[in-house]
């Protein structure tokens, strides 16, 4: 019997935060361009946001959507690319080389192959070193090693994509991406190890300290499915707004507090965490959930696959939710610049021009679906039954 994720809540003493554990020192707010922050008082989202999952888009090998396959994700390349288009945040994955360099990259695993053997290395037992050994390399003429990946059936593939990039590091990102573009820290463990408060406290001081010294004015969020993870990248700072990460009940866990949006909550307003981030399909089978997460005054985003569909996200709008994570970065925030966020009509001394604005404006207010409340509620009960697996 296969085990989805391993119990944490047991790992003794998580409420007690070691001394040096001095992160709790950055406790002045900063977090700028929109995003307001305070959990003493609240937290506020106040536009509709679009983030770049991984940055331009994830990869997935065996799409035959090219999109899907075109930027490398988790990449300075992937994430410079998203910047181009009206695009709040970029996500992406951080773990933490065994020499204490945080690192961005999604997979527990490295694959590659060895005069045809193809082995694994987790990643958080690679040295930074060994982890920038893996694919293009920086330097000109020289050849990485081969970077293979393991899909969810367990397929091996090479990992072709149209344009590659070399691996980065955490300090890489906030050196060399666009400056205007936020940041959503995904703070990434593996579902099947039980980690020691130790090893989390170790990891998360590695990922802040890079945070702290480079970060300057960017707006940042922390996020993580791991939910000792998310409680204790709180304990240790005050600066950034931490969301817990969940499947909504989509997926069933071990770990009970994973299991559902209610569930979620709790996490958050007994940890002080600022909001939720969950599978689109969890909110969309249980819409009244989105009402009491904004009564708790809880902040709420989503991900998933239906995030890539302009409809689906014009109907989370709709429903409150205050952002979405996406994989076709170009499609939905041109999507969203026309379906959601208010169009740019202003007045003109001269006639002509105010006319064409206006033309505009009526282009982007048509584009929009047009509900009323009784058919917005229709679709509100619909939906949880059109999304059963």
Same mark, same amino acid.
């Given at each position: 019997?296969?085990?989805?994720?391993?119990?944490?809540?047991?790992?003794?003493? #998580?409420?007690?935060?070691?001394?040096?554990?001095?992160?709790?020192?950055?406790?002045?707010?900063?977090?700028?361009?929109?995003?307001?922050?305070?959990?003493?008082?609240?937290?506020?989202?106040?536009?509709?946001?679009?983030?770049?999952?991984?940055?331009?888009?994830?990869?997935?090998?065996?799409?035959?959507?090219?999109?899907?396959?075109?930027?490398?994700?988790?990449?300075?390349?992937?994430?410079?690319?998203?910047?181009?288009?009206?695009?709040?945040?970029?996500?992406?994955?951080?773990?933490?080389?065994?020499?204490?360099?945080?690192?961005?990259?999604?997979?527990?695993?490295?694959?590659?192959?060895?005069?045809?053997?193809?082995?694994?290395?987790?990643?958080?037992?690679?040295?930074?070193?060994?982890?920038?050994?893996?694919?293009?390399?920086?330097?000109?003429?020289?050849?990485?090693?081969?970077?293979?990946?393991?899909?969810?059936?367990?397929?091996?593939?090479?990992?072709?994509?149209?344009?590659?990039?070399?691996?980065?590091?955490?300090?890489?990102?906030?050196?060399?991406?666009?400056?205007?573009?936020?940041?959503?820290?995904?703070?990434?463990?593996?579902?099947?190890?039980?980690?020691?408060?130790?090893?989390?406290?170790?990891?998360?001081?590695?990922? #802040?300290?890079?945070?702290?010294?480079?970060?300057?004015?960017?707006?940042?969020?922390?996020?993580?499915?791991?939910?000792?993870?998310?409680?204790?990248?709180?304990?240790?700072?005050?600066?950034?707004?931490?969301?817990?990460?969940?499947?909504?009940?989509?997926?069933?866990?071990?770990?009970?507090?994973?299991?559902?949006?209610?569930?979620?909550?709790?996490?958050?307003?007994?940890?002080?965490?600022?909001?939720?981030?969950?599978?689109?399909?969890?909110?969309?089978?249980?819409?009244?959930?989105?009402?009491?997460?904004?009564?708790?005054?809880?902040?709420?985003?989503?991900?998933?696959?239906?995030?890539?569909?302009?409809?689906?996200?014009?109907?989370?709008?709709?429903?409150?939710?205050?952002?979405?994570?996406?994989?076709?970065?170009?499609?939905?925030?041109?999507?969203?610049?026309?379906?959601?966020?208010?169009?740019?009509?202003?007045?003109?001394?001269?006639?002509?021009?105010?006319?064409?604005?206006?033309?505009?404006?009526?282009?982007?207010?048509?584009?929009?679906?047009?509900?009323?409340?009784?058919?917005?509620?229709?679709?509100?009960?619909?939906?949880?039954?059109?999304?059963?697996?």
């Amino acid at each position: 019997m296969a085990l989805k994720a391993v119990h944490v809540s047991d790992v003794p003493n #998580l409420d007690h935060v070691p001394d040096n554990a001095s992160f709790s020192l950055y406790s002045s707010p900063r977090f700028s361009k929109g995003v307001e922050l305070g959990r003493t008082t609240s937290f506020k989202v106040p536009k509709f946001l679009v983030i770049g999952h991984r940055g331009n888009g994830m990869n997935n090998l065996q799409s035959s959507d090219l999109r899907m396959k075109a930027i490398k994700e988790n990449t300075i390349l992937s994430f410079n690319s998203a910047a181009k288009y009206p695009l709040d945040f970029i996500e992406f994955d951080v773990q933490v080389t065994k020499d204490g360099c945080p690192i961005i990259f999604h997979d527990n695993f490295i694959y590659s192959d060895d005069n045809g053997t193809i082995y694994e290395k987790r990643t958080t037992e690679l040295s930074l070193s060994e982890f920038l050994s893996y694919g293009p390399q920086k330097e000109e003429g020289s050849v990485g090693k081969t970077l293979l990946r393991k899909t969810k059936d367990g397929k091996i593939l090479n990992w072709n994509v149209e344009s590659d990039d070399y691996m980065c590091t955490l300090q890489e990102a906030f050196q060399k991406v666009n400056p205007s573009l936020g940041f959503n820290i995904e703070l990434k463990f593996d579902d099947h190890v039980v980690y020691q408060q130790e090893y989390l406290t170790h990891a998360l001081q590695s990922i #802040l300290e890079v945070v702290f010294d480079h970060a300057k004015e960017r707006p940042i969020i922390f996020s993580s499915f791991h939910p000792d993870a998310a409680l204790l990248v709180k304990k240790l700072q005050n600066t950034y707004p931490v969301f817990f990460l969940t499947n909504g009940g989509t997926e069933i866990f071990y770990d009970s507090r994973r299991n559902s949006l209610e569930e979620a909550m709790k996490v958050c307003l007994e940890g002080g965490l600022e909001g939720i981030v969950s599978e689109v399909r969890g909110i969309f089978r249980n819409p009244g959930a989105v009402n009491k997460i904004k009564e708790s005054k809880l902040s709420l985003l989503t991900y998933g696959k239906l995030n890539n569909v302009a409809e689906a996200v014009y109907m989370q709008h709709l429903m409150g939710v205050e952002g979405v994570i996406v994989d076709l970065v170009q499609e939905i925030t041109e999507a969203v610049l026309k379906m959601v966020k208010p169009s740019p009509l202003s007045s003109s001394d001269e006639g002509g021009e105010e006319e064409e604005i206006l033309l505009e404006g009526e282009e982007q207010v048509q584009s929009r679906p047009q509900f009323s409340q009784r058919e917005l509620s229709f679709l509100l009960k619909l939906i949880p039954e059109l999304i059963q697996q």
